[in-house]
């Protein structure tokens, strides 16, 4: 079953502007990290956040974290078309290894 | 250094054959995890192996297997396959460390469609 539950399921917005896509999850975390596919692609990771942290940048992308609600936010700033993909949230299974709950995904669409 | 390689990129099987994948990690990373992609249930959790071992399992039948050879290099197999096993098959490596606390890198998957 899914840990993390995406939303909007579909963004469409024009170059330039933000994209904001909210992730919540059920149970306690260590982390949770974002990844992003192209069609017909593997994921790419994006960010990790650790629990004990509240935001976390990298280049155009912003990453929040409130364990309180159990939510995070994955925001892009002046999107290009080329971040035209799907991005996921995933959480990790387990202390005892790597794997990966994602949820259902953001399919974000650019278009210029 | 060398992506996460995935064999075969496409692969055409039908009902009640079996078939093998085959996942090529990153150098030095000893933790390999499989997941299952399809539109109606998303990305879904196979299996992780770590040094050879299997850490964690997720929730299909026993028709699906998997293992990690010492180089860790990893297989999985589909036995008496379904319609219901079309999907991308994709593996991911890391470090292995606990709570997954690395980022994982992934392979382009396999595509396997049955008829």
């Known amino acids: 079953s899914q840990q993390g539950e995406e939303d909007p399921q579909a963004l469409s917005i024009q170059e330039g502007e933000n994209a904001t896509m909210n992730c919540s999850y059920k149970?306690?975390?260590?982390?949770l990290q974002w990844y992003r596919q192209n069609s017909g692609r593997g994921l790419v990771h994006l960010i990790l956040i650790r629990s004990n942290e509240r935001e976390k940048h990298s280049g155009r992308l912003r990453v929040t974290l409130d364990t309180s609600k159990k939510s995070s936010s994955l925001l892009i700033t002046a999107s290009r078309a080329a971040d035209t993909a799907s991005y996921f949230c995933a959480t990790v299974l387990n202390q005892a290894g790597t794997a990966l709950i994602f949820g259902k995904g953001t399919t974000l669409s650019v278009s210029s | 250094k060398a992506g996460v390689t995935q064999t075969p990129r496409y692969l055409i099987k039908t009902r009640g054959q079996q078939v093998t994948l085959s996942c090529s990690p990153i150098?030095?990373?000893?933790?390999v995890s499989w997941y299952q992609q399809t539109p109606g249930q998303g990305l879904q959790f196979l299996f992780e192996?770590?040094?050879?071992?299997?850490?964690n399992k997720g929730n299909f039948p026993g028709r699906f297997s998997g293992r990690q050879f010492s180089n860790s290099r990893s297989e999985m197999n589909v036995s008496t396959l379904e319609l219901g096993d079309s999907a991308l098959y994709l593996c991911?490596?890391?470090?292995?460390?606990?709570?997954?606390?690395?980022?994982?890198?992934f392979g382009d998957g396999t595509r396997l469609s049955i008829l």
């Open positions: 991911a490596s890391s470090l292995g460390t606990s709570w997954g606390d690395q980022p994982q890198h």
């Open positions: 149970t306690s975390i260590n982390n």
């Open positions: 192996y770590f040094s050879e071992t299997q850490r």
């Open positions: 150098s030095g990373h000893r933790s």
